[in-house]
């Protein structure tokens, strides 16, 4: 009997300290800086391009705009300022806070800049300042996310990649729905400077934390003159690595066929036949709430099974995501076919998402935070977005929806494969990183299941 009571009482306590770290300050953090990280992108998106249409700009003018999210892929390249140059005066503050402050006041900046242009009056302008918004806005998820990876403890990487998601995903729709309502009220202008303010959160949060404790630990004080060091330092630190390559490999492959698969769904919908209404309750309301509780489970199961038994679930659930959306298009249309390929779809990105980003930032060296991470982030979606503006409409022509999707579930195989190979022979744990070390907990071990 008493061991029977024991054990119930390690089960609760083993759930309360799977829910425990949302509640901590550093998970919290992480939920205002993904808030502040949010915005400047849904600006730039939906907002800009609702804003160009009602001013009558043309189509295809509207649709050149995506150039200006071309900086977002691009940001590994100057990743490295924000680890190696130490700012003048404001310095002081700490690396990571001061950075978050001066950057944090240029995407406000850019913000009131986007908000007072005419692009009715000058285009190339308007162009131009969305641009430098996308700039800044770059800039700031390297300095966010490298606060955060940094603030984080490692067992609270799960679920504080899971906040960060939480805050990104109400950050981007709040600032958008503001610029919509204030925008209905009081014009576009307005609208722009009103939302400037969801830069503060991440600022406010830098400021009361104060400098990353972990960083405080591992990062030596640097001058200009080691800039080179600062330039070639993360490359060189992660290709020193056991399986290093290994792990360069399984970035670059193992979202492949999510990646093509994704940007694919309404032009499936569209064939099938479902109307806007249906895609608007589905896709949209049903496909937003699975992936809140994938979002969540992913953060669960993260602190109980451990990373990399986490990571190799999530793997194994994008695959069949995948296969999910064979099978509608095999039976064609059909609502409740439609909810249950969404709804799993975004489960299995909600709590990937969430896994993955742990173990990415878990790979990340304290020293050369912001441009490891960078570089990782950026190889982890280049492939597959080549991929898809490459070869996914002529691979539907060619095969068939049916097919096109059986590929990418083909696809998402060598990932899994490499990954539980690297799990089998050690590799994910020699190549990790001191972010996911250093500090309490430790991402290498596995939690008792």
Same mark, same amino acid.
């Given at each position: 009997?008493?061991?029977?009571?024991?054990?119930?009482?390690?089960?609760?306590?083993?759930?309360?300290?799977?829910?425990?770290?949302?509640?901590?300050?550093?998970?919290?953090?992480?939920?205002?800086?993904?808030?502040?990280?949010?915005?400047?992108?849904?600006?730039?998106?939906?907002?800009?391009?609702?804003?160009?249409?009602?001013?009558?700009?043309?189509?295809?003018?509207?649709?050149?705009?995506?150039?200006?999210?071309?900086?977002?892929?691009?940001?590994?390249?100057?990743?490295?300022?924000?680890?190696?140059?130490?700012?003048?005066?404001?310095?002081?503050?700490?690396?990571?806070?001061?950075?978050?402050?001066?950057?944090?006041?240029?995407?406000?900046?850019?913000?009131?800049?986007?908000?007072?242009?005419?692009?009715?009056?000058?285009?190339?302008?308007?162009?131009?300042?969305?641009?430098?918004?996308?700039?800044?806005?770059?800039?700031?998820?390297?300095?966010?996310?490298?606060?955060?990876?940094?603030?984080?403890?490692?067992?609270?990487?799960?679920?504080?990649?899971?906040?960060?998601?939480?805050?990104?995903?109400?950050?981007?729709?709040?600032?958008?729905?503001?610029?919509?309502?204030?925008?209905?009220?009081?014009?576009?202008?307005?609208?722009?400077?009103?939302?400037?303010?969801?830069?503060?959160?991440?600022?406010?949060?830098?400021?009361?934390?104060?400098?990353?404790?972990?960083?405080?630990?591992?990062?030596?004080?640097?001058?200009?003159?080691?800039?080179?060091?600062?330039?070639?330092?993360?490359?060189?630190?992660?290709?020193?690595?056991?399986?290093?390559?290994?792990?360069?490999?399984?970035?670059?492959?193992?979202?492949?066929?999510?990646?093509?698969?994704?940007?694919?769904?309404?032009?499936?919908?569209?064939?099938?036949?479902?109307?806007?209404?249906?895609?608007?309750?589905?896709?949209?309301?049903?496909?937003?709430?699975?992936?809140?509780?994938?979002?969540?489970?992913?953060?669960?199961?993260?602190?109980?099974?451990?990373?990399?038994?986490?990571?190799?679930?999530?793997?194994?659930? +994008?695959?069949?995501?995948? &296969?999910?959306? !064979?099978?509608?298009?095999?039976? /064609?249309?059909?609502?409740? %076919?439609? #909810?249950? @390929?969404?709804?799993?779809?975004?489960?299995?990105?909600?709590?990937?998402?969430?896994?993955?980003?742990?173990?990415?930032?878990?790979?990340?060296?304290?020293?050369?935070?912001?441009?490891?991470?960078?570089?990782?982030?950026?190889?982890?979606?280049?492939?597959?977005?080549?991929?898809?503006?490459?070869?996914?409409?002529?691979?539907?022509?060619?095969?068939?929806?049916?097919?096109?999707?059986?590929?990418?579930?083909?696809?998402?195989?060598?990932?899994?494969?490499?990954?539980?190979? +690297?799990?089998?022979?050690? &590799?994910?744990? !020699?190549?990790?990183?001191?972010? /996911?070390?250093?500090?309490? %907990?430790? #991402?290498? @071990?596995?939690?008792?299941?």
């Amino acid at each position: 009997m008493a061991e029977t009571i024991d054990a119930g009482g390690d089960e609760r306590r083993s759930t309360w300290e799977s829910i425990k770290p949302y509640l901590e300050k550093e998970s919290l953090a992480s939920f205002f800086l993904g808030v502040s990280s949010g915005f400047p992108f849904a600006l730039l998106a939906a907002t800009l391009t609702t804003r160009l249409a009602q001013d009558g700009i043309e189509k295809s003018t509207v649709t050149a705009f995506t150039l200006a999210f071309l900086v977002y892929n691009l940001k590994f390249l100057w990743a490295w300022v924000i680890d190696g140059v130490r700012l003048p005066v404001i310095g002081r503050l700490g690396q990571r806070v001061s950075w978050m402050i001066v950057v944090g006041l240029l995407v406000m900046a850019a913000t009131v800049n986007l908000a007072l242009v005419d692009p009715s009056a000058d285009i190339v302008w308007t162009a131009t300042s969305a641009v430098l918004l996308g700039l800044a806005g770059a800039t700031f998820d390297i300095v966010i996310d490298a606060y955060r990876i940094e603030t984080l403890k490692p067992y609270q990487l799960g679920t504080g990649s899971g906040m960060s998601q939480y805050g990104w995903r109400i950050g981007a729709a709040a600032a958008g729905a503001l610029a919509l309502v204030v925008a209905a009220r009081m014009g576009w202008e307005a609208a722009y400077i009103a939302c400037a303010v969801f830069a503060l959160p991440a600022m406010l949060t830098a400021l009361i934390l104060g400098e990353p404790a972990r960083r405080k630990v591992v990062a030596a004080r640097r001058g200009m003159g080691e800039m080179w060091q600062s330039i070639s330092g993360p490359f060189v630190e992660f290709f020193r690595r056991n399986g290093a390559w290994l792990v360069l490999l399984f970035i670059l492959v193992h979202k492949i066929g999510d990646t093509l698969a994704n940007l694919t769904f309404r032009l499936l919908f569209d064939d099938l036949g479902f109307t806007n209404d249906e895609i608007a309750i589905y896709d949209i309301g049903v496909g937003f709430w699975a992936l809140i509780v994938g979002v969540f489970v992913g953060g669960i199961l993260y602190a109980r099974l451990g990373l990399k038994r986490s990571v190799l679930i999530a793997l194994i659930l +994008m695959a069949i995501s995948n &296969l999910s959306f !064979a099978g509608l298009a095999a039976i /064609g249309k059909s609502n409740l %076919g439609m #909810a249950g @390929a969404i709804g799993f779809e975004n489960f299995a990105s909600g709590y990937g998402g969430v896994v993955v980003v742990a173990y990415f930032s878990a790979l990340c060296d304290l020293r050369f935070t912001a441009a490891q991470y960078a570089l990782i982030s950026a190889g982890a979606s280049i492939v597959g977005r080549l991929l898809t503006g490459t070869t996914a409409g002529s691979l539907i022509e060619t095969f068939g929806y049916v097919d096109f999707y059986l590929l990418t579930t083909v696809l998402a195989l060598p990932g899994i494969v490499l990954f539980w190979w +690297m799990m089998r022979t050690g &590799l994910v744990d !020699a190549a990790m990183g001191t972010a /996911g070390e250093v500090g309490e %907990g430790d #991402a290498r @071990a596995d939690p008792p299941v």
